[in-house]
């Protein structure tokens, strides 16, 4: 549980987002739209703990500052949008996960493998343990990582941007684990702007808009507001009815010729 | 290309074993008028006479000893700096961590001649000063992989250009000017070791304890920070042990170069990423090398003694470029 009060957040110099109020829960999928630089990875930087902010951001009712490194990031995990690519195989990126649960000899353990293997095999990267992450394409090297944050196992999962570099298939993939991981139990807050695969997946959206939380809500509710969605993102998106949609939404400019055409694209 | 990579304990075993045939080499092998047989016979007990152990005992024993201990410190410092700034190109040597060191090691002996704890804690400052100097530099010139190599040269200029100056105006403060600036061990003597070696020591053993954490920045700095690795402050206390390691061995063995860069790098080639594995192989390794290098250095020219600096230049200026090719080739 994530809690925001009135928190601003700066952004190489001046105040990219501030928000009055606003609370990330375990058990669901949250997701946090907007245009590009509209502040969506840097709210989840904050919420990260690894950009500075004004205000109280609580988790688990502790205010985020005091809480130390490790133990902050037992409560919530992190996907950076951009990710490197670095000198080892798969299994050593994956084990990462665990570094904030190792002791004082940071030697892995028997819960701590499991847990990784468990993560590598939801994220379906299980059959690239041995190979080095340089040799992975673009998607393979993405789940790898999301496979490193999964093995973190923190309540609070913030990733952004987790379905960039993915083809079609493994979009889905990624929409089902966030979906999987919430029904265990978790709190994922991802961060999009590809608005009918997230609205696909989430409980609640929170839509960012000129430097704060434009509207905030279940679903439903956001996705019926075509107003709100094209002031702040330049398209609204309409529910399809069907049997067999990946994402029962597509995007539309408010003129419904427009959406039908898309929702044919979509269904599979 | 791809090399098959050994295992680590085959790999460990065989840096121990060259480690341990360099040094026993070292003892026996010399210039002097002792015979090989002379002196297996003083160093296992034998009556080879008073002078024979003097000379293995008394003069070989500390130089080789000397020479293991800072090549383990060199190559240690270079393997800490690579990974904390999660470029390969990093080294004391290339940084310019050496170069300051020895500058201020210069100046120590100017204003206290014979202070030799004074000459290893301005050692310790001057690659402290240097490394700070460059990682600042390279920072503001947008903290790429060769920005960090040009700040470097431009600190070590600095620095090499001081401590000539020190050198022609004092000539006594270095006994042998030329063996101080190509590196050597020459000069090594088992007071100056009984400093450095503690230093050394808190050094290894502070890199090993941070070794874990500086594996997650080859991830890049947020996704370490999300993993729980304080970046800001694991990255210092690498760079300032690094400092520690490479001015400790600076403060015995002159501005010697390369090791820090070679056997690092090496070490990951064979045996992968993983900086505990990769600073125990490079501990034992630079070791060796660079007591090779010594062992070498007097007798290959014998009567002649080149400094071993320039033998390691000769073997790592090649490699040097070697590595700025490869970078060159993969980044396109």
Known sequence: ?268 | MRVRRMGTVSALALGIAACAASLAASLVVGTDALSVADALSALLGGDAGQSARLIVFGIRLPRALAAAACGAALAGSGALLQTALNNDLASPGVMGVNAGAGMFALISGLLFPYAVAARQLMAFAGALAATAVVYAVARRAGASRTSLVLAGVAVSSLATACANAIVTMWPATVTDKVAFSLGGLQGATLQQLGFAAPMMLVGIVVAYALAPGLDLLALGDEAAQGLGLDVRRHRALAIVCAALLAASAVSVCGLLGFVGLIVPNLVRMACGPGLRRSLSLSLVSGAALLTVCDLLARVLFFPYELPAGLLLSLLGAPFFIFLLVRRRGRAS
């Open chain 1, 1 to 268: 549980m994530i809690e925001l009060v009135d928190v601003i957040i700066s952004y190489r110099g001046h105040d990219a987002l501030a928000i009055p109020e606003a609370s990330f829960g375990n058990g669901k999928v949250t997701a946090v739209v907007g245009r590009n630089g509209s502040g969506k990875s840097t709210l989840l930087r904050a919420l990260a703990g690894i950009i500075p902010y004004r205000g109280s951001i609580r988790v688990d009712g502790d205010e985020l500052s005091g809480i130390p490194h490790r133990e902050r990031a037992r409560r919530t995990a992190y996907l950076p949008q951009t990710l490197s690519t670095p000198a080892m195989d798969v299994a050593t990126l994956v084990g990462h996960g665990r570094f904030s649960r190792l002791g004082p000899l940071r030697a892995m353990g028997a819960d701590d493998r499991s847990a990784v293997q468990r993560a590598m095999e939801l994220t379906d990267v299980w059959e690239l343990r041995d190979r080095p992450v340089s040799e992975l394409s673009g998607g393979e090297r993405q789940r790898a990582y999301l496979a490193m944050v999964v093995a973190q196992d923190a309540p609070m999962l913030l990733l952004d941007e987790p379905g960039a570099h993915l083809d079609v298939a493994h979009r889905r993939d990624v929409v089902r684990i966030m979906r999987r991981l919430a029904d265990e139990g978790k709190g994922v807050v991802v961060a999009s702007h590809d608005l009918p695969e997230t609205f696909a997946v989430c409980n609640e959206a929170c839509v960012i808009n000129r430097g704060t939380i434009g509207a905030w809500g279940d679903t439903g509710s956001i996705v019926e507001n075509d107003g709100l969605l094209l002031d702040a993102m330049g398209v609204c998106v309409r529910r399809i009815e069907g049997d067999g949609l990946l994402f029962p939404y597509a995007l539309s400019d408010g003129d419904d010729t427009v959406g039908a055409a898309a929702a044919d694209a979509v269904r599979e």
